[in-house]
């Protein structure tokens, strides 16, 4: 099983509707973090988290809201998805030192028509 | 503002040779640098971390440098096999808490 997994794969929605994607982890890391993806715009920070009472926001956190429901989940909100919000989002987890790799889910492509 | 740039979008080379990638950052000092490697349709995986005390750090057939007065980082793979052809990603360390990557280089290794 993967350890860092996200869901749904694949989104497709309407501007204005809330949107949820999910991330789990096996790997018993306590940072975890969403990034999304642009063609030409690389890996961009919207959130992270060092445990689950300290969140923080990342370079683009407009428009996108968090949850660190336990040590192994961590969810990103859209309160109402806008057509730039297309992207590929990536969850990605760490050990407790900023030395450390960070590991990556799949990934979730979504389309906010 | 921080800047981070990889040197092309694309870079394309015959089989057997040395790809070198580059990575340029303005306006911060990052403690250390991370590369990434990312295939099509899935999630980037750690290559390498070289510190900012470390001139150069090797990993099979993967070197890499770190320049903290040119503030650049290059990545080298040599004889290169069709199978290193990916994107590849630098990330150097925005502040204690997080990285920002660059926008990749896609690596196209021909037979």
């Known amino acids: 099983d993967a350890d860092v997994t996200q869901t749904p794969r694949n989104r497709i929605t309407k501007t204005g509707k809330r949107i949820m994607l999910e991330c789990s982890q096996t790997k018993g890391h306590d940072r975890m973090y969403w990034y999304r993806q642009d063609p030409g715009l690389g890996l961009r920070l919207i959130y992270y988290?060092?445990?689950?009472?300290?969140?923080n926001k990342g370079e683009i956190s407009d428009g996108y809201s968090v949850s660190r429901q336990a040590q192994a989940k961590f969810s990103l909100s859209l309160e109402s998805a806008i057509p730039n919000q297309t992207a590929l989002y990536f969850c990605a987890t760490a050990r407790d030192s900023s030395y450390n790799e960070q590991f990556f889910g799949p990934g979730t492509r979504l389309t906010v028509l | 503002s921080q800047k981070i740039e990889q040197n092309s979008e694309a870079l394309n080379i015959q089989e057997g040779k040395t790809a070198t990638l580059t990575c340029n950052y303005t306006?911060?000092?990052?403690?250390?640098l991370q590369w990434y490697r990312q295939d099509p349709g899935r999630g980037p995986v750690f290559l390498l971390l070289?510190?900012?005390?470390?001139k150069e750090k090797r990993k099979e057939r993967l070197k890499v440098t770190f320049d903290t007065t040119l503030k650049q980082s290059l990545f080298h793979i040599t004889a290169s096999q069709p199978a290193d052809s990916a994107t590849y990603l630098c990330a150097p360390l925005y502040n204690n808490n997080d990285m920002r990557f660059g926008a990749g280089t896609r690596l196209t290794v021909k037979p």
């Open positions: 988290s060092f445990d689950v009472k300290d969140i």
């Open positions: 306006n911060y000092s990052p403690a250390y």
């Open positions: 070289i510190r900012e005390n470390e």
